[in-house]
Nanobody
Framework: EVQLVESGGGVVQAGGSLRLSCSAS????????IGWFRQAPGKEREGVSS????????YYADSVKGRFTISRDRAKNTVYLQMNSLKPEDTAVYYC???????????????????????WGQGTQVTVSS
């Protein structure tokens, strides 16, 4: 059974940091692009960042550029989202998701489309207090 498991959420004050992890059970990330999404109450699920696990191509949403860093550990089959300078508006449930295949290195328009991803984790809550 294919499963994605997120961890690392929590409560942090504005300006603080958290690191989220996404690991896989039942498959290797090598053939996938892994995305991080978030959903705040009453809002649509939005793409935060993605990484092609095999070649490392990365995309970020404008709202998190310069604050969040996505990375992967191929030996551990894990993707991380390092979140620094957190703001109250970053509060949301964060999900990792897997898309079979890679996004192009330049000009990908679908990396933040939730319908591109076929596998999802259960989500982890991130709360940033002011």
């Amino acid at each position: 059974e294919v499963q994605l498991v997120e961890s690392g959420g929590g409560v942090v004050q504005a300006g603080g940091s958290l690191r989220l992890s996404c690991s896989a059970s039942g498959f290797s990330f090598e053939d996938f692009a892994i995305g991080w999404f978030r959903q705040a109450p009453g809002k649509e699920r939005e793409g935060v960042s993605s990484i092609n696990f095999s070649d490392g191509v990365i995309y970020y949403a404008d709202s998190v550029k310069g604050r969040f860093t996505i990375s992967r550990d191929r030996a551990k089959n894990t993707v991380y989202l390092q979140m620094n300078s957190l703001k109250p508006e970053d509060t949301a449930v964060y999900y990792c998701a897997a898309n079979w295949g890679n996004f192009p290195a330049v000009g990908a328009t679908m990396w933040d489309d939730k319908y591109e991803y076929g596998y999802w984790g259960q989500g982890t809550q991130v709360t940033v207090s002011s």
